[in-house]
């Protein structure tokens, strides 16, 4: 597969994206609000791991400065030890929402959005 401009652009707007609901109450209530499915908890703990970050893959790689892989890295580890505090996701949003584990999701997801350039490194 040829790595392009585009997707690159992809690859930040996803993490970007993800980020973003990740941290963020109001949006992870719209994206339950959405769902088609109604468990959006269980999706809100394996949306990074498992459709968004995309280690030692050559393109996500690229699309991102050293710095910016960095964050990326320590927020993949707060995720996984909040899922693995957490174990079975609660049945309910709000209930996730309250948990101090996922408190620290939110708050590192935050951070790393914040950190991330707004465009792609050159």
């Given at each position: ?29 719209q ?46 580890n ?45």
């Amino acid at each position: 597969m040829e790595i392009t401009r585009t997707l690159l652009e992809c690859i930040r707007e996803n993490v970007r994206d993800t980020l973003g609901l990740l941290a963020d109450t109001a949006a992870q209530n719209q994206y339950e609000w959405n769902s088609k499915t109604g468990e959006v908890t269980p999706e809100l703990l394996t949306i990074w791991t498992e459709a968004t970050y995309i280690r030692h893959n050559a393109a996500f790689e690229r699309a991102f400065t050293p710095p910016e892989l960095a964050d990326l890295a320590t927020f993949d580890n707060v995720i996984r030890a909040a899922a693995e505090e957490i174990g079975t996701p609660p049945g309910h949003l709000r209930e996730l929402q309250t948990q101090d584990a996922w408190q620290r999701v939110m708050r590192s997801a935050a951070t790393t959005l914040r950190r991330m350039r707004k465009t792609l490194p050159e």
